[in-house]
């Protein structure tokens, strides 16, 4: 969808902030603190960063960003963005929620949003970006049912926290609509929506797990896999980089993993992702024109903040009519007319 | 055999843990009768072949309910047998064919009604033993010689970096020399810093530890992400032995498997040979436990723990290659996921002995792969109880309650020459 956009700002974004900083004196002005993965992580910073951008070419504002370094830049950098200068700050990850909830609490006037947070209660004036994940996964497990040539699918998770589990909730679903749909009897393996017990490699860094676990899967029967699991997924592309992809083939989660996996692109037959770009645009539309206000903002499939990423070379695996029918789902899922969650 | 009454009575002590193995198993074929006997109707289907096989062997199905019967029974005859005549020589042989069986038992249960993968997951006990059996083995070459090995989750780690970053320039062999280097490198400054500058032996394990896992974080999170093609090295794919590899089941388990599997058993039988059948293992082990007493005798103490230290070193790099080349072909930040400390209880459970630490490396496999097939099974046993067993059988040898796990005399301490 996006590859020239993505390419070019992983080398332009240093020349975009020096662009954005030359036209200063334009009305909006938008500014990111960055955890500390950094500006181009290839992940979650990079895409929010990209929302700016988006608005910086759509409304021509103005956008600047500040990489923290460390956990303990979080609130220095807030504090450096104070004072008027911002008309919105947008702190990037979990990570930032403490940060962000005590500077915004001292500075009422300011406007914060920050992405994969929430605040029970909602403050004020910060508005947190979370995602409907499932809706995404939902299509992935209708689509990977209807491609699998075994009937078996795998999932497994990094450790059983909601963040995770949402993806093999909405994906388990997602078969079983199939199955609905379709009489068949596709299994998902991994992952028990009732009971909430499946399989995890409890940690997010042993890439060798997610190749053993992909194993596991493949040994009972599994010809696609999705793991939730941050890097320890890459594991899970080499084994079916080894076994050939058309035994083995796996679903991306967060990013379309096509482009930022580049060595190992051909396994990926799609990725559930978030689309942290465009629910930052979107916050920075309604800063815009008036209507921000705190509490949350939830991405899905209706307002773009997660999809399903495109098959690309996979692309011929998946029939006309397939696809005819995700589409048909999509809108399902987005006008309530099928429900993701029970 | 005749019994000699004196000498049992002198072995009181040894006749008691005897008595108490007895008890145990009892306890555990009354276990077995009452926990998993009762909902035992249907058979367990293991299956041993893949559709791609030469030879397809049929599944094997185990009726859940007489094969528990069995079990329990023959717990209940080796429970009584040690009670009664708890011969010292079968205390440890009964008791670890008791467990097989309780594991055995167990895994009928699990699976009963359902089907997995039996070769599959042995298979997966291997390959997860690897990494294990070489980090107990690093151990092994260094406490031998009386110096603590805290390093090896380092030096696993910098094996790991090191045969990602030379495997992407120089491809697989290159990769794998490096890692052996960089490996026996930081064995050799564990040597200068414990032995020539007597450093707490604990402490510099540590320090060596956190070094390699700040500067491989550093330079994977600054250099590999902008230089991808230096993060993309070839995975050494499974060599299969021709003829041994396509006998049903022990073929794909042990002569289908890849460059470090064979090697960790080479270096296993290579290590035991050096270490207990020639000259210089003999004086190596003089050092462990009798520096004083090796020096006297004109043995080099400084030198044979220098160059045990970095052998061990050379182990831990190429078991750290695995993670890189054997596995993934790519390094990510602190990859290796403390599998160096489970090398470690590896070799304390094998009693500083390498086939021991291969042998324990190869339950903590077996526990790993086990748990990964229970979570699909869906048993009402948290699969994370099952994960911690064999760390908990750890916990029990090194308590000296089963049989005696002694570490080297003098392991721990610098020596001074006077």
Redesign the interface.
Known sequence: MSVSTTAMKRFGAGICAWFSAASIAMAFSACEVTDTGGIDDNSFNQTAWKGVLDAQEKHNISGRFLESQAETDYEANINSLLGGECDLIITVGFLLGDATKSAAETNPEQKFSIVDYSYDPAIANVLGQIYATDEAAFLAGYLAAGVSKTGVLGVFGGINIPTVTVFMDGFSRGAAYYNAQKGTNVMVLGWDPETKEGLFTNNFDSLDDGRAFAQNLYDEGADIVLPVAGPVGLGSAALADELGTDKLKIIGVDADLYFTDTEKQHVYLTSITKQMDATVLQVIESAMDGTFKGGNLLGSLANGGVDLAPFHDMDALVSDSLKQELADIRQGIIDGAIPVRP | MTPVPTARKIDTGKQRQARIVGGLLIALAVLVLFVFAPDAPGAATFRLS?PTDPWVVPNLVIPAGPFTYAIAALLAFLGVRQFLRGGVRWTSISLGFGLALLVAAFLVWATTGKA??L???LQ?TV??AV?IALGGLAGVLSERVAVVNIAIEGMLLAGAFAGALAGSVLGGVGGLFAAVAIGGLFGFILAALVVTYRMDQIIAGVVINLFVLGLTSYVS?QVF?EY?HLN?AP?F?SIKIPLLGDIPVIGPVFFNQNLFVYGAVIMVLVATYYLFYTRTGLRARAVGEHPKAADTLGINVYRVRYINVTLAGMVAGFGGA??TLG????F??????GRGYIGLAAMIFGRWHPVGALMAALVFGFAD?LQ??L??L?TPI?S?FL?MAPYIATIIVVAGLIGRARAPAADGEAYVKE
Request: no cysteine; proline share 5%.
């Open positions: 893949r997995f993968s070769t599959g997951m997966a390959v997860r990494p999170s992400q991808r993309n995975v794919r695995w993670f596995s993934v072909g790519r990510d930040e602190g990859m290796t996921g792969s990964q097939k979570a699909l869906q948290p994370e994960a």
